[in-house]
């Protein structure tokens, strides 16, 4: 089970992913599948500038928080940006790939992270992946 950092930083990123109306916001445990991170964060955006917008305000509430990245992939063409602090993974996908790539299918046996409460422009939520 992922463990209480990752959790918080988890909630957090969602939380900085909202602020900028991302939707379909999930986080998955993959803790038990995965040994190089705990949570998977999966966010989208409706263009590759709120893609952009939504990369921003995680890595600014994160780092903000504490928390060193260790890596950022696909900044450029702002289709599926990937930032890596560790202890949690996030994806801001534009939606069409988001759709394409169905990240919640290929982790589907990993437990849904409740973050139910965290955010605000959607509702109501769906905090686990659909099987």
Same mark, same amino acid.
């Given at each position: ?5 990752? $959790?918080? $930083? ?15 916001? %999930?986080? /998955? ?9 705990? %949570?998977f964060v999966l966010a989208t955006g409706a263009s590759e500038r709120q893609v =952009?917008?939504?990369?921003?305000a995680v890595e600014e509430r994160l780092i903000g $928080? ?14 599926? %940006?990937? $930032?890596? @602090?560790?202890?949690?993974?996030? !994806?801001?996908? !534009?939606?069409?790939?988001?759709? @394409?790539?169905? /990240? &919640?299918?290929?982790?589907? =046996?990993?437990?849904? %992270? =409740?973050? &139910? ?15």
């Amino acid at each position: 089970m992922a463990d209480a950092q990752a $959790l918080h $930083l988890a909630e957090e990123a969602a939380r900085a992913a909202d602020s900028i109306k991302a939707t379909d916001i %999930v986080a /998955l445990d993959v803790s038990r599948r995965l040994p190089l991170t705990d %949570v998977f964060v999966l966010a989208t955006g409706a263009s590759e500038r709120q893609v =952009d917008a939504i990369v921003d305000a995680v890595e600014e509430r994160l780092i903000g $928080l504490g928390a060193k990245p260790k890596r950022r992939e696909g900044r450029s063409g702002a289709r599926w %940006v990937l $930032l890596d @602090f560790g202890d949690i993974v996030v !994806h801001v996908m !534009h939606a069409e790939d988001r759709e @394409f790539y169905a /990240l &919640e299918k290929l982790w589907k =046996d990993c437990p849904g %992270v =409740d973050l &139910e409460g965290v955010l605000e422009a959607q509702a109501p939520l769906v905090a686990a992946a659909p099987a």
